[in-house]
């Protein structure tokens, strides 16, 4: 078995059912950055219900404007970040062919660029950790970790999107877990 990385830039944080009643409770989280540092990532299951547009000012392109807008994390609820793929994204910053950002102007480019097969997720908030917070948080084993992938961020519903990771990593418990209802009293 492979050595677990020491940093997890390009993976996902998944709640491992300790955080149940926690603001993270049942996300799957790509971590866009970590190092010696810290940790940045952005929940990719937690959809506000509105569009990009209904909460932004200013000319979006439609694609934009139309776009559903995450919560990215509890720090910072009006910071921007966005996250887009495409088929060649020669300086990509989390993963291959996969890039984060946080600047509108940059946003409505890539919003107006022709290109089909560009994909893009924007987030208001973000997450974060301090210089071995994340560490110590898995250490105690609050988060399960995925390498992810662009198909993953992407095709998956992000209402699906934590128990398929839970799924992909096998093992009994992943798999119960995977299929309890949010209450479980409800069950």
């Not at 097969?117 to 250490?139: C, D, H, M």
């Not at 798999?175 to 009293?185: H, I, Q, V, Y």
């Amino acid at each position: 078995m492979p050595a677990k990385p020491k940093f997890l830039k390009g993976h996902f944080l998944i709640d491992s059912g300790d955080l149940a009643g926690s603001f993270f409770g049942r996300t799957a989280l790509l971590l866009c950055e970590h190092d010696a540092n810290g940790a940045f990532g952005l929940i990719l299951n937690r959809a506000t219900g509105q569009r990009v547009g209904d909460v932004m000012v200013g000319a979006l392109p439609d694609r934009l404007r139309e776009a559903p807008l995450f919560v990215g994390g509890p720090v910072q609820p009006s910071a921007l970040s966005f996250l887009h793929a495409d088929a060649c994204l020669p300086e990509a910053n989390v993963l291959a062919n996969l890039n984060l950002g946080h600047a509108l102007d940059e946003l409505v480019a890539i919003g107006e660029a022709a290109s089909p097969t560009t994909r893009i997720k924007v987030f208001a908030g973000y997450a974060g950790w301090s210089p071995g917070q994340l560490e110590n948080e898995l250490k105690r084993k609050a988060w399960l970790t995925w390498p992810a992938t662009i198909e993953l961020v992407f095709d998956t519903p992000p209402d699906q999107l934590w128990p398929a990771i839970l799924r992909l990593k096998g093992g009994w418990r992943n798999a119960l877990l995977s299929t309890l209802p949010e209450d479980p009293s409800r069950n």
